[in-house]
């Protein structure tokens, strides 16, 4: 079973900045696409930004150019650096380690939250 533990999240005004991580124990992160989704109140959770094991990430056209994930596999960790923050930017972000039938596995979400 891996964990997942997600920090960073947190209140910010609008216009600013947070980096969200999630590091994962055991031994498959290098080998797996992770990425952040994130659900806002009322809404479906979709997807944010993926990374790869071969290091192409991909974006929801809400966050590109604002967004950028990265990854340490040394580390076990994802990052999510959040930049020109938004109020719909608002949800409870998770992260997921995936490797395409084998195995999904997800944070237990972090709440960031944007003020106008």
């Known amino acids: 079973q891996v964990r997942l533990v997600e920090s960073g999240g947190g209140l910010v005004q609008a216009g600013g900045s947070l980096r969200l991580s999630c590091a994962a124990s055991g031994s498959i992160f290098s080998i797996s696409t992770v990425g952040w989704y994130r659900r806002a109140p009322g809404k479906q959770r979709y997807m944010v930004a993926t990374i790869t094991s071969c290091e192409s990430s991909y974006y929801a056209d809400s966050v590109k150019g604002r967004f950028t994930i990265s990854r340490d596999n040394a580390k076990n960790t994802v990052y999510l650096q959040m930049t020109s923050l938004k109020p719909e930017d608002t949800a409870v972000y998770y992260c997921?380690?995936?490797?395409?039938?084998?195995?999904?596995?997800w944070g237990q979400g972090s709440q960031v939250t944007v003020s106008s």
């Open positions: 997921r380690v995936v490797r395409a039938g084998e195995y999904d596995y």
